[in-house]
């Protein structure tokens, strides 16, 4: 009973870089959901992906793309790594944008530096 | 614009002190308030949603409410497990997406 897994748990990057942050989730969810959380700014969306094959930007998209591979899985992918975008990254999951009552992976800690 | 506010931003109990949590939205339209906690280190766990003001849910010693304007989670007796931050956040109006709140940290002690 994984849920939503989220890899890898932790990454340094340099300044940049590019890497994807995998996710995926065992749930049967149509929607799925990539957020980012700093320290004083809460969760802010990134993009999701509503059901297999769209995908739309959310509240901070700008550096960052993803792909919605299949029902399953949801990738992040940051193509230059910024400093900007040290952060904890979760991934979520939810049965549709109509039940949002999301399930969030274990995050990942990455440090641009 | 769509906007979720927390009070307290910390909060520290003794064990058996009961208390409230406080969360006050700006959205036209509800469409869902969800709680959610988080363990340090942790990806948020979903523990309510609200639809309509006057709903109420129970999960152990935890009670949300909702009104028009906020919400409430009521923690009774607590216990040093329940530690944690408690998030907040409520459907846009677009519905695409959830705003959370920056979280109330809360601290139990025996």
């Known amino acids: 009973n994984a849920g939503v897994t989220q890899t890898p748990k932790f990454q340094v990057l340099k300044t940049g870089q590019s890497m994807t942050l995998q996710c995926a989730q065992d749930m049967n969810h149509n929607s799925m959901y990539w957020y980012r959380q700093d320290p004083g700014m809460g969760l802010r969306l990134i993009y999701y992906?509503?059901?297999?094959?769209?995908?739309d930007k959310g509240e901070v998209p700008n550096g960052y793309n993803v792909s919605r591979l299949n029902k399953r899985e949801f990738s992040l992918r940051l193509e230059s790594a910024a400093p900007s975008q040290t952060s904890v990254y979760f991934c979520?999951?939810?049965?549709?944008?109509?039940?949002?009552?999301?399930?969030f992976g274990q995050g990942t800690r990455l440090t641009v530096v | 614009e769509d906007q979720v506010t927390q009070s307290p931003e910390a909060l520290r109990l003794q064990e058996g002190e009961s208390s409230s949590l406080n969360c006050s939205y700006t959205?036209?339209?509800?469409?869902?308030l969800f709680w959610y906690r988080q363990d340090p280190g942790k990806g948020p766990e979903f523990l309510f949603t609200?639809?309509?003001a006057g709903e109420e849910k129970e999960k152990e010693r935890l009670k949300a409410t909702l009104t028009k304007k906020e919400s409430f989670l009521h923690i009774t007796a607590p216990k040093p497990e329940d530690s944690a931050t408690y998030l907040c956040?409520?459907?846009?109006?677009?519905?695409?997406?959830?705003?959370f709140g920056k979280g109330t940290t809360l601290s139990v002690s025996s």
């Open positions: 992906s509503a059901s297999e094959g769209t995908t």
């Open positions: 979520a999951s939810s049965e549709s944008m109509v039940k949002p009552g999301a399930f």
């Open positions: 956040a409520v459907l846009n109006q677009a519905g695409t997406a959830l705003i």
């Open positions: 609200l639809y309509s």
């Open positions: 959205v036209s339209g509800l469409r869902g």
